[in-house]
């Protein structure tokens, strides 16, 4: 059974642990449903502050859920539309200081205040976006996002 370390050290530090803790989890698995699920597990278990952690997938012209740790969310996302969609469509981290601020954001959690959205691409082609929304405004910055790039590009192996 895999046990996740306690997160110690600068955030630095705790992020490069976070992804080490990926790799091994995800090792020798190839089932993108299972890799997906355990990413989310992990980094719920990794985050404070923190209300919502999943991932929205490809699904031709528009993001479609997937497996995710929080409340119940929005099933279908399409390009371009809100946090989520943007990402996907820009193919670009989107980092939002207060959702309510954000044009056209979808309110699937209404404690959620902030949030980042990285896109998941695999050999130029768009597979989904990790999305993560938090109950506290400003909760990610430079550091967050740097880190969770490094993370998708980790998990990106295993997908």
């Given at each position: 059974?895999?046990?996740?370390?306690?997160?110690?050290?600068?955030?630095?530090?705790?992020?490069?642990?976070?992804?080490?803790?990926?790799?091994?989890?995800?090792?020798?698995?190839?089932?993108?449903?299972?890799?997906?699920?355990?990413?989310?597990?992990?980094?719920?278990?990794?985050?404070?502050?923190?209300?919502?952690?999943?991932?929205?997938?490809?699904?031709?012209?528009?993001?479609?859920?997937?497996?995710?740790?929080?409340?119940?969310?929005?099933?279908?996302?399409?390009?371009?539309?809100?946090?989520?969609?943007?990402?996907?469509?820009?193919?670009?981290?989107?980092?939002?200081?207060?959702?309510?601020?954000?044009?056209?954001?979808?309110?699937?959690?209404?404690?959620?205040?902030?949030?980042?959205?990285?896109?998941?691409?695999?050999?130029?082609?768009?597979?989904?976006?990790?999305?993560?929304?938090?109950?506290?405004?400003?909760?990610?910055?430079?550091?967050?996002?740097?880190?969770?790039?490094?993370?998708?590009q980790a998990l990106v192996r295993f997908l």
């Amino acid at each position: 059974m895999f046990q996740v370390e306690k997160f110690q050290g600068n955030r630095e530090e705790q992020y490069e642990l976070v992804i080490k803790q990926l790799e091994a989890l995800l090792a020798g698995e190839s089932n993108q449903v299972a890799n997906l699920a355990n990413a989310a597990a992990l980094l719920n278990q990794f985050f404070e502050e923190v209300n919502w952690v999943g991932f929205y997938l490809n699904d031709g012209n528009e993001l479609v859920l997937g497996p995710f740790q929080g409340l119940p969310a929005c099933v279908r996302i399409p390009f371009g539309k809100g946090v989520c969609g943007t990402a996907a469509q820009k193919q670009e981290t989107v980092r939002v200081e207060d959702v309510h601020l954000f044009p056209g954001h979808i309110a699937c959690d209404a404690a959620s205040e902030s949030e980042i959205v990285v896109p998941i691409v695999k050999d130029g082609q768009l597979l989904g976006v990790l999305d993560i929304d938090s109950p506290r405004k400003n909760r990610f910055d430079e550091i967050d996002q740097a880190y969770l790039e490094k993370f998708v590009q980790a998990l990106v192996r295993f997908l």
